[in-house]
């Protein structure tokens, strides 16, 4: 859902910031106040081309931002895409996105801050936000949501999920059954190469902590001589000398008992040198292990700096750090038994990829029997819909076409056709409908899906087109009935829809020190009668008109008062 909007530099907007909440809400406003460009702000969020005409006249750039607050279901259906851009949304900011167009056409796009580019905006938005106006935007242009609100409709989730597992398990099962193919087919040059190096690894043998180990004892005896003299000196001072300093605290600790009967300071002295001379005998033990150590074979010299270059030559060869080198080892084993034994493996996978995919083929064929079922009722229900929204002689088909090959959701392609004339021919939706028809069908569909749509922001701009009376009315009601549960942003001409609004937003258009700019504002309860008014009667508005607009607000508060109404929207001031 969108919380928060605000748009900078953009076409007759300075700088307007919106705070959004569930519910419709309604964008009204003269023709030309710059309704239009809320909605291609939300386009370019959604990945539209950034046009250097859209930046208003002194600015360099124009900035749209924007806060979403995701459902369980919108986040994981865009978790892949943000853990790939390396961003997280956690806590109640939810996800922010933003874009800048430059003057020159040129600009950038932000995902929670950092850097993304226009495609990854486009995939994130189409999860986000449904625009219905533009074509290019809206959701029922892609023919792949089809089969989505078609399974939404038939609501039966667990036989599609036991469907995707099964599929998922085939296809790993198939690419599995590739990968040894291909291993078969390069199986004797492979097995060569394996066994060759095989053989140097298990000739070397390498230990985890060897090589780390090898180069602290050849660095120690590269300097066998200095340390040494360094052990035999620290021996000697410390305990062989004749003035060692065992011995000289030896004659302190002598003295120091003497009178230690007499004074308790006495008595701790003795203690704290005794400790001392018990460190002094362990240190001086200590470098005779040491000066043990650093008597150096040269054999030993030569086969540590031999045994490490073999490590630094595996190391180089095989490409992984040498503590790595014993797993490698097993890898290759591993690899070299598989492709051995690749007959009996090819058999086992052949086995297992077929019984998976005849499992899937059978769910499948049952899924397909679900959704011929319910997609003549869908139809049905739509077109019913559309009667109710001025579409009377509208005609929508569910086409259920046959897949040579099992895909994500089964067999079945699905498309709608539709007809907006009597005698015309159904066509695919996408390519005869108009942005205005096309809002009219999802706003139809939101009318007989019960569940199933992980979009909770929709945009309605041309869903009034060409209608007015009672038919508004209907869209008005049709409208506050998508907006439960979700999110509705609605520009329209008509008080017939407008008074349907938990929501309205006035955008006006000011001219000041010779500079046009569009603000938007949240109205009150009394605005808004004076709104409606305005839109019944135009710019004279009369007595009978505000009692129209008040009896039309009363209407579709009564309408809404058999349901909860969503919290409202509100304006911030601009910054």
């Known amino acids: 859902m969108l919380t928060y909007l605000r748009i900078r530099g953009l076409a007759l907007i300075d700088d307007v910031s919106l705070e959004l909440g569930t519910g419709m809400t309604v964008l009204t406003g003269e023709t030309g106040a710059g ?7 939300l386009g370019l969020l959604r990945g539209a081309r950034g046009r250097s005409g859209l930046v208003r006249s002194g600015e360099l750039r124009a900035r749209v931002e924007a806060q979403f607050e995701l459902t369980a279901a919108t986040r994981l259906r865009t978790q892949d895409l943000l853990d790939n851009l390396g961003v997280e949304v956690d806590g109640p900011d939810g996800l922010v996105l933003a874009r800048v167009v430059g003057r020159g056409g040129r600009g950038r796009c932000f995902v929670q801050s950092e850097l993304a580019t226009v495609g990854v905006l486009e995939h994130l938005g189409e999860h986000l936000i449904d625009i219905c106006s533009q074509h290019e935007y809206h959701s029922l242009t892609h023919v792949a949501r089809h ?3 078609l399974d939404a409709y038939a609501n039966k989730p667990k036989q599609l999920d036991n469907y995707q597992k099964a599929y998922r398990s085939w296809q790993q099962a198939k690419q599995a059954l590739d990968a040894l193919h291909k291993q078969v087919a390069e199986g004797a040059t492979r097995a060569d190469y394996l066994r060759f190096q095989l053989e140097e690894l298990e000739r070397i043998a390498p230990q985890p902590g060897e090589y780390s180990e090898l180069r602290a004892r050849l ?3 590269r300097d066998a001589h200095k340390w040494l003299a360094f052990a035999r000196q620290a021996h000697d001072v410390l305990y062989e000398s004749d003035d060692a300093i065992t011995g000289r ?13 007499d004074s308790p300071v006495l008595g701790e002295l003795s203690e704290q040198l005794i400790a001392a001379q018990v460190a002094c005998e362990e240190a001086a033990a200590a470098a005779v292990r040491f000066a043990g150590e650093l008597e150096i074979d040269p054999a030993e010299f030569e086969f540590a700096q031999e045994r490490l270059h073999d490590l630094e030559g ?14 490698r080892l097993e890898e290759m084993r591993e690899e070299l038994d598989t492709i051995e034994h690749a007959d009996e493996h090819l ?9 998976l995919r005849e499992h899937c083929q059978q769910l499948a064929v049952k899924l397909r029997e679900t959704r011929r079922a319910a997609g003549a009722k869908l139809a049905t229900a739509i077109e019913a819909e559309l009667g109710v929204l001025h579409m009377q002689n509208a005609r929508l088909e569910v086409a259920i076409n046959d897949l040579r090959e099992l895909g994500p959701r089964g067999l079945d392609g699905v498309e709608f056709l539709f007809s907006a004339n009597p005698g015309e021919p159904v066509a695919p939706l996408t390519k005869v409908a108009s942005g205005g028809e096309l809002s009219r069908v999802l706003l ?8 199933g749509d992980h979009i909770t922001t929709y945009v309605f701009d041309e869903v009034d087109a060409g209608v007015g009376g009672a038919v508004a009315e209907a869209i008005g009601r049709r409208l506050y009935h998508a907006s439960v549960g979700r999110q509705v942003l609605c520009i329209t001409h008509l008080p017939q829809i407008a008074a349907f609004a938990t929501n309205h937003l006035h955008v006006t258009k000011h001219t000041e020190d010779g500079r046009t700019t569009t603000r938007v504002s949240q109205l009150t309860a009394k605005q808004r009668v004076e709104e409606l008014a305005r839109m019944l009667g135009g710019s004279r508005v009369t007595k009978s008109a505000r009692e129209h607009a008040t009896a039309l607000l009363a209407e579709a508060k009564r309408f809404r008062g058999k349901r909860k109404a969503p919290r409202k929207s509100r304006t911030r001031p601009r910054a």
């Open 35 to 41: 309704k239009s460009m809320i909605v291609d702000a």
């Open 147 to 149: 089969i989505e609100l």
């Open 219 to 221: 660095s120690l005896m």
């Open 249 to 261: 605290i030896s004659t302190l600790l002598d003295e120091a008992r003497r009178g230690s009967d």
């Open 314 to 327: 595996l190391r180089r060869k095989h490409g992984v750090e040498p503590d790595d080198l014993a797993q």
């Open 347 to 355: 058999e086992e996978l052949k086995q297992r990829e077929q019984d």
């Open 444 to 451: 139809a569909i939101k009318g007989v899906l019960a569940t």
